[in-house]
């Protein structure tokens, strides 16, 4: 992230705030300290995501799961990406930290959301992408949605992986159209609202020959369409391998 980026100045006025009112645990309300959001217990409480879960997407089975299974959000779908990792499975709690942190600007909230996500690198399936230092590329906010909320969570979140893991992180894409609010549309009909959205940015061209693949950084994941729209761009430009962290399955 660039100093001048508005998303940075956002970013610097809720640490400031945070100074002013110091925060306290997003969960329990306990008094914290050193801009941290929520106290070890709480943070240790909050459900991961354990196997068996789709290979995919993440979602979560119940049970024991024997040989093939067949996901009701993937079944025969073919994604760009290689595959979706989100760090913790759909919890009550969770998605109001995530809640606070996106509209109510409780940006102290990224700190943590971001080291639970950095959580999930642990997957053995981002060997290549560790050993290759990939760089994490967050998905990008519309320039008038960054104007709004004054800051992008997914690179909120990736700045803070991006320094637990010592991967880099790049903004490798841009929003280059507006799309309506997707909470009510299908997975088919956010694909095709999501279509063209996104573009890679000069800068995401200079790192494409650089290296193996990236890896995309996004709050939840829900239907996968935003992520597999930035993933189809990235593919589109050049980028060989992608794959998915995400601090919540949706
Ligand atoms: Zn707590
Ligand atoms: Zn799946």
């Not at 610097?12 to 914290?32: A, N």
């Not at 040989?67 to 499975?89: H, I, Y």
């Not at 690198?121 to 909320?149: C, E, I, K, N, Q």
């Amino acid at each position: 992230m660039a100093k001048g980026d508005p998303s940075r100045v956002g970013f610097l006025f809720g640490r400031l705030l945070d100074l002013v009112y110091p925060p306290s645990c997003g969960c329990c309300g306990v008094r914290l300290r050193d801009g941290r959001g929520l106290c070890d217990e709480c943070g240790a409480g909050l459900p991961r995501l354990a196997a068996p879960f789709c290979q995919r997407c993440g979602e979560p089975f119940e049970g024991e799961i024997g040989g093939v299974f067949d996901c009701p959000n993937c079944g025969k779908l073919r994604f760009a990406f290689e595959f979706a990792r989100p760090a913790l499975k759909w919890d009550e709690e969770t998605r109001q930290l995530i809640h606070r942190l996106k509209y109510d600007r409780e940006i102290h909230l990224a700190e943590e959301l971001g080291r639970l996500a950095a959580e999930a690198l642990r997957d053995p399936r981002f060997a290549d992408a560790l050993t290759g230092a990939w760089p994490l590329v967050p998905v990008p906010l519309h320039r008038s949605r960054l104007l709004h909320r004054h800051f992008n969570q997914s690179a909120e979140i990736a700045r803070v992986v991006g320094r637990v893991s010592g991967l880099p992180v790049v903004s490798a894409l841009r929003r280059i159209r507006r799309t309506d609010t997707q909470t009510r549309l299908s997975r088919g009909e956010r694909l095709r609202n999501l279509a063209g959205a996104f573009a890679v940015s000069r800068t995401g061209k200079t790192w494409m020959t650089r290296v193996g693949g990236v890896i995309l950084v996004d709050d939840v994941l829900t239907t996968g369409s935003t992520v597999e729209s930035c993933a189809a761009a990235l593919k589109a430009a050049g980028f060989k391998r992608i794959q998915v962290l995400t601090v919540m399955r949706g």
